[in-house]
Every structure is written in C-alpha cells, then in structure tokens.
C-alpha cells in the first residue's frame, strides 16, 4: 500500500485548500477511504470517510459543511476540499486506508495564518 498526499501548504484565514491523495499498491476502487490530521501536541483526528464508490460520506463534527471529501477512481485518487479554514485546522492532513490498519503517507502540512 502506498499513499502520496499533496496539496498542503500555508493558507490565509478563510481561504481554501484541495488536498490529494495519490494511491497504488491496492485495489482502490475496492477500499473505503479516510482521512486523518494530527496536529503538533495533539492526538490523530479523524476528518471523515468515503466509501469505496463514493456514494457515502462520513465528516467530524469539527470539519462537517467546511470539508468535502471525494474520489476519483479512475485515478486512484482521493481529494480533501477545504474552505471557511479556521486556525485549528492547522495540522498534517494524511489519507488512510482502514482496510489496511496502519497504512498513512508521509502527510502533507496545512498551515492556516492571519
């Protein structure tokens, strides 16, 4: 199982991010999907879920009407559509495949500043 996340970076307050999730090693289409932040001094959060279709989508509360997730499976890729970025939100974003217990990226750093 391999994960490459892109996309992070520093962002103004309010603004935007598309975050990516390049995956190969597995049967993509077959596998829900997720996606975690942990930020510094901080346990791992949960930010939501995506079944293997699409069809279904699953938000913490914190994140929920801000973040959309989704997927293209004919890419192999998973995407994290943030808005309305708050400082909190300030962490490294990393996709998981809870099929596969474990299984993360390097991560990507989003860092929301005024």
């Known amino acids: 199982v391999q994960l490459v996340e892109s996309g992070g970076g520093l962002v103004q307050l309010g603004g935007s991010l598309r975050l990516s999730c390049a995956a190969s090693g597995f049967t993509f289409s077959d596998c829900h999907m997720a996606w975690y932040r942990q930020a510094p001094g901080r346990q791992r959060e949960l930010v939501g879920t995506i079944t293997n279709t699409g069809g279904s989508t699953y938000y913490e509360p914190t994140v929920k009407g801000r973040f959309t997730i989704s997927r293209d499976n004919s890419k192999n890729t998973l995407y994290l559509d943030m808005n309305s970025l708050k400082f909190e939100d300030t962490a490294l974003y990393y996709c998981?495949?809870?099929?596969?217990?474990?299984?993360r990226g390097q991560g990507t750093q989003v860092t929301v500043s005024s």
């Open positions: 998981n495949v809870p099929r596969y217990s474990g299984s």
